[in-house]
Nanobody, 122 residues
Framework: QVQLVESGGGLVQPGGSLRLSCAAS????????MGWYRQAPGKQRESVAI???????NYATSVKGRFTISRDNAKKTVYLQMNNLEFEDTAVYYC????????????????WGQGTQVTVSP
């Protein structure tokens, strides 16, 4: 069973930045489309950013221009650089491999990790 370990969350002021990391135990990590997702209280989990095995990226409209997804296949890690954070970005952030490279279609391939909390507050 693949294990996903997210880290890097925290409390940040509006306009601040955070960099999230997600380490996967899957040995063939490099062949998977990877995504970052978030779930705010009372809301459904939504996809935020996707990166394909070839390095193509897609972003939710709400984060485009502020968030950047990247990956390091040697480290089996996917990152999410979040800049100019807004109150609405407050959520638990998760990563996973996805069967679909489109934003808005959450089709996880592995068991979810514990996530990392991001709180944007003055």
């Amino acid at each position: 069973q693949v294990q996903l370990v997210e880290s890097g969350g925290g409390l940040v002021q509006p306009g601040g930045s955070l960099r999230l990391s997600c380490a996967a135990s899957q040995s063939t990590f490099r062949i998977y489309t990877m995504g970052w997702y978030r779930q705010a209280p009372g809301k459904q989990r939504e996809s935020v950013a996707i990166i394909t095995a070839g390095g193509s990226t897609n972003y939710a409209t709400s984060v485009k221009g502020r968030f950047t997804i990247s990956r390091d296949n040697a480290k089996k890690t996917v990152y999410l650089q979040m800049n100019n954070l807004e109150f609405e970005d407050t959520a638990v952030y998760y990563c996973n491999a996805d069967r679909d490279s489109r934003i808005g279609s959450v089709q996880p391939m592995w068991t979810w990790g514990q996530g990392t909390q991001v709180t944007v507050s003055p």
